[in-house]
């Protein structure tokens, strides 16, 4: 056999022909089977414990509860729920942790009713107390954000070192919780309805009540409103010499307006008690011997009333105060409020409450807390009104 001539390209030729032959082998050899396990605590957080809905999830519940037999789902669902050690339903106590999913339900129905918390800074909190910095930027007058002070320095000249002062924020854990019965005919005949209803109910209560306070709330076992008179930051506006008891006024508008930091005009909204629509409605500014309608539509009354202040949204609520008293109308940034919450909206169950009256209980927890990020209105660097986040208008209106 005579020898063959290797040149450079028959090499190539060899080389490319094994490495396909290796490839074609190496499709041949059986895959290796990978198998994910998911631990019982993800199980339980993630997904909805294996139930359809909340209204089956009752449904199983009411049937173990009355002896008509406990489904296998139910125990499956316990036993998770007890090796999370993170609250322990008991079956023959009657006391049910409901399934994280549906209370994800109404959390969601709570925020879509929500003011101040779409807006603000909300903190997931891990323990029952978080701190954390803010400047304290009170006057721009010679430094800035707490004593940084800009210098323009010579050539050679040595630098001037400025020292910024801090203070803290804490968001402290305060509790809410609320109580509602669902008869048992409704648990028997509608789970669909049931679930509708529960996550309206809950959610439009959690959702009045935080809103509430993160407005109005004292800052004791509550969270501290930003329209509260504790609040440290919040400006109160002089009302108009002569404009008249319960009133509001285009010039209110404009002052409040005024006050406001310009860096927060792009997120501000207004909040008003429906009490003040008619005082908006007559608005007007003087004009020679006359006025001229500030806010009224270009068809009158045959027009849809005017859902904005100065360019930002206008939302009414039986939230802020009555008409005439001090936070009747309030110009806000809510983007300088921070809010504290451990988890969401934890929900339980049980028959034994209202057993007598064929009724479940169904109980939920909210754990949070809100405070204002401001710790002083602000001295600009130029003017003597002092600049806020937070207005609202004088009480006093004569």
Known sequence: MSEETLTEDRVAEIAAGAAALAIDELGKTPKAEIHVTEDETDKLMKASGGFKSLGHFCYDVMKADTNQGTSELLKGYQDAVKKTEM?????????????????????????????????????????????????????HSASYFGGITIYRTAELAAKTVSKPTYAQVALTLHKLTGLVYVSDELLEDSVVALEAEL??????????????????????????????????????????????????????????????????????????????????????MAVGAGGVPVWLPAGGMSGSPYQSLMGRPLIFTEKCQALGTAGDIALCDFSQ???????????????????????????FVLRYDGQPTWLTPLTPRRGTNTLSPFIVLNSTRT
Do not use: C
């Open 87 to 139: 609250e322990e339903g008991d079956l023959s106590q009657g006391g049910y942790l409901v399934p994280a999913e549906f209370g994800g339900k109404i959390d969601k129905e709570s925020l879509e009713a929500s003011i101040v918390k779409p807006r603000a800074r909300v903190y997931p909190m891990k323990s029952n107390r978080l701190t954390f910095a803010a400047d304290v930027d009170a006057d």
């Open 337 to 363: 409020y921070a809010i504290g919450q451990r988890g969401g909206t934890k929900t339980a169950m049980s028959i034994h409450v209202g057993f007598v009256y064929d009724k479940t209980a169904f109980r």
């Open 199 to 284: 996550s309206r109910k809950f959610g439009q209560a959690i959702a009045f009540v935080e809103d509430d306070d993160y407005l109005n709330g004292t800052g004791v076992n509550m969270a501290l409103g930003a329209l509260n008179a504790g609040n440290p930051s919040l400006i109160t506006v002089a009302a108009i010499g002569g404009q008249g008891a319960n009133t509001i006024i285009a010039e209110n508008i404009r002052d409040m307006w005024q006050q406001l930091y310009p860096s927060g005009q792009k997120n501000a909204v207004w909040v008003a008690n429906i009490e003040t629509f008619s005082q908006l409605f007559g608005m007007a």
